[in-house]
């Protein structure tokens, strides 16, 4: 029961990080058209360079190649029915522009819980093979959720989402984690292919967005600081996968 605890407080932990990306745009807002191109095209790279250097590598890890390409197309196939649906639920915001970036937000919210959902069986099968390699999965997963909840936050707060609400967002996002992890504790004998496959989803589900949302948006204030956004992103996430390789 006691590492029953410590597995659920290390996935909660992780998993809250994306709120502390909420709070970072919560206190640095974006302010000028550049800013906002470069905030966006920052979000597009952090999300391209988890799907390039963590989730499809991963994937490809624990299952083959076929159960990998299947999720990948049956995360994107989700995403494009979600897409279709959502600006159906949220267009009392009053202006299409508003609308349309927070629906960016809640989609990015979306996609990146999936991914969360595969984390946390990842923290608890690190814990059930040694305490010191799922804390360093816990905190490897933490560093990455930061990034993340930036993702979420700042097309929603462009998009005009209160503060409260935008950070809720993150933090809901990120409760996706210990939920993944309680998941896993309920089917003990999940095989490694399902892990596999849904990491694999979760990066379909999450390049639908990027290409779909977020790369587009940027470019419309400002093409420049949109590349140069997605290039520090990109980067940023590579040193980061590089410092757990």
């Known amino acids: 029961m006691p590492e029953t605890f410590s597995i659920l407080y290390a996935s909660t932990i992780a998993g809250l990080a994306t709120g502390l990306g909420g709070i970072i745009v919560f206190l ?32 490809l890890k624990l299952t083959n190649l076929l159960y990998t390409a299947l999720g990948f197309c049956l995360g994107i196939m989700i995403l494009f029915l979600l897409d ?9 915001t009053g202006e299409k522009e508003r609308g349309r970036l ?5 989609l990015i919210a979306l996609g990146i819980g999936l991914h969360n959902m ?5 923290i608890g099968a690190g814990y059930k093979a040694a ?28 998009g005009g989402t209160s503060n409260h609400r935008m950070i809720f ?13 309680a998941i896993g504790f309920l089917f003990y004998h999940i095989s490694r292919a399902v892990i596999g496959t849904c990491l694999a989803l979760a990066g379909g589900a999450m390049l639908y967005i990027v290409s779909d ?6 470019h419309k204030h400002h093409s420049h600081y949109a590349n140069l956004g997605i290039t ?14």
């Open 28 to 59: 640095f807002r974006p302010r000028s058209e550049r800013i906002m191109s470069f905030s966006l095209g920052l979000a597009g790279g952090i999300m391209l360079a988890v799907i390039t250097f963590e989730l499809i590598p991963y994937a």
């Open 84 to 92: 279709t649906i959502i600006p159906h639920i949220h267009i009392e």
């Open 102 to 106: 927070i629906k960016m937000g809640i």
């Open 118 to 122: 595969p984390e946390g069986l990842a």
């Open 131 to 158: 305490a010191a390699l799922g804390f360093t999965v816990a905190l490897a997963i933490g560093l990455h959720n930061i990034p993340e909840g930036i993702a979420i936050a700042v097309p929603l707060q462009v």
């Open 169 to 181: 967002a993150t933090v809901l996002a990120g409760l996706c984690t210990p939920l993944g992890m």
């Open 213 to 218: 949302e977020l790369i587009p948006e940027s």
């Open 232 to 245: 520090v992103g990109f980067i940023f996430i590579l040193f980061l996968s590089g410092l757990h390789l």
